[in-house]
């Protein structure tokens, strides 16, 4: 379905697409990836694979979200990573589909490809967030990242308060490494397993694991629904008027038994996307007289339809939002000096003043007159009470 590939402005021929793209297994059948992390990678051991689906033939990953690429990664390092930005460091397929093919009873009956971006560690989800690419259109798409991370200085706060797991604070029973999509997925598969007895054929499973067949379609659907329901009705409860019930016992809801919270350091995409119709047999007619095609070749295709994906980065940069303390030691004592500063003349000095009067000042003086400094101290008190009482007389 990949009449031509194009990454960096180079072309790829047939023989060559296995090492761009692997197949995998998705809740839409299969599909194909650019630039995914080798299974090895992102499974755990004890999850049971098909064949080569999530291979990468052995290109292991030189990437994390957290550090990006290793020191020693060159261009050439697997994730491939583009150079530029623009049309001519991007990738570029012309997709074909036989007419013969087409199936308006399978999914939404709309014809085309969904094509959804994900970071290289986390496993896609194409019913939740995808772009279309109709037959017979061109598609040209700009990339903005979108980065999120935590400072250090977060690491000693408990994951509820910072709302956030560090990757080497949470372990998957079948992802080597944590993100907020893989857990929900990996809670998903243990829902539906306790709901129906078995899992879909795309979720992650161990060997023994029973996968559910075409009659338990239903099943697996409704289990969906359900998992996403307890949650909704969870944040409810516990929410506005009702949070003031939220320390009483209660039935926890499968994603809260999970305790999914976000990665603290994350990644995802914006599309800028803009379409247009293709008159691609004209173009296939220029391209048969100066190409490998021939007029004989071109005419078989008039059962056929094309589309075209372009996909770029928009930028040479990003900017990256990092997950801060509001208030730290720094900012809570710079603040509370403020505070007396304004309201009551205070400063450094005046508390230093304080304790001078306090201590000091009196051991010196102690020290100069010895026990004639309380005496002293005691008449002056005594002709301050006499001149007082002589006032009230008066």
């Not at 623009?86 to 074909?96: D, M, P, Q, R, Y």
């Not at 709309?110 to 061109?138: A, M, N």
């Not at 994603?255 to 803009?274: G, M, R, V, Y």
Request: charged share 25%; net charge negative.
């Amino acid at each position: 379905m990949m009449f031509t590939v194009k990454w960096r402005g180079s072309t790829y021929e047939d023989e060559e697409l296995e090492d761009l793209f692997a197949p995998i297994l998705t809740s839409e059948g299969i599909c194909y990836t650019f630039n995914i992390m080798d299974r090895s990678e992102v499974f755990t051991k004890n999850v049971a694979h098909y064949t080569d689906y999530f291979s990468t033939n052995g290109k292991l990953s030189e990437w994390s979200v957290e550090t990006g690429y290793s020191e020693k990664a060159g261009t050439e390092a697997y994730p491939k990573r583009t150079i530029m930005a623009g049309v001519k460091g991007g990738l570029s397929i012309t997709f074909l589909v036989n007419g013969d093919d087409l199936d308006f009873v399978c999914g939404d009956s709309l014809q085309g490809f969904k094509i959804t971006l994900h970071h290289p560690g986390e496993i896609p989800r194409v019913k939740q967030k995808y772009l279309r690419v109709p037959l017979d259109h061109s598609i040209v798409a700009s990339i903005k990242p979108n980065m999120m991370t935590t400072a250090d200085g977060l690491v000693s706060y408990k994951p509820e308060d910072r709302q956030c797991y560090f990757s080497s604070e949470k372990s998957l029973k079948f992802f080597n490494s944590y993100n907020q999509q893989n857990c929900l997925l990996e809670c998903l598969t243990d829902f539906c397993l306790d709901y129906c007895g078995c899992v879909a054929f795309q979720m992650p499973r161990e060997n023994s694991t029973p996968i559910c067949g075409a009659i338990n379609l239903g099943c697996t659907e409704q289990a969906k629904a359900k998992f996403l329901e307890s949650e909704v009705a969870y944040k409810i409860q516990h929410s506005g008027k009702n949070s003031k019930n939220k320390d009483e016992p209660h039935e926890k809801s499968a994603s809260e038994k999970c305790n999914c919270l976000p990665s603290c350091a994350s990644l995802d995409f914006d599309l800028d996307s803009s379409q247009s119709a293709w008159d691609w047999k004209e173009y296939l007619k220029v391209e048969s007289q100066t190409s490998k095609w021939n007029a004989k070749e071109t005419r078989t295709f008039n059962n056929s339809h094309f589309s075209r994906l372009v996909l770029f980065f928009k930028e040479m940069q990003f900017m990256t939002s990092e997950r801060n303390e509001l208030y730290g030691q720094t900012e809570f004592f710079a603040n509370c000096g403020g505070l007396l500063g304004l309201c009551m003349g205070f400063s450094v000095i005046s508390a230093f003043e304080i304790v001078y009067y306090l201590t000091l000042r009196i051991v010196c003086n102690l020290k100069k007159y010895g026990r004639r400094y309380w005496s002293g101290s005691e008449e002056l008190l005594e002709s301050r009470e006499e001149s007082k009482n002589k006032n009230d007389q008066t």
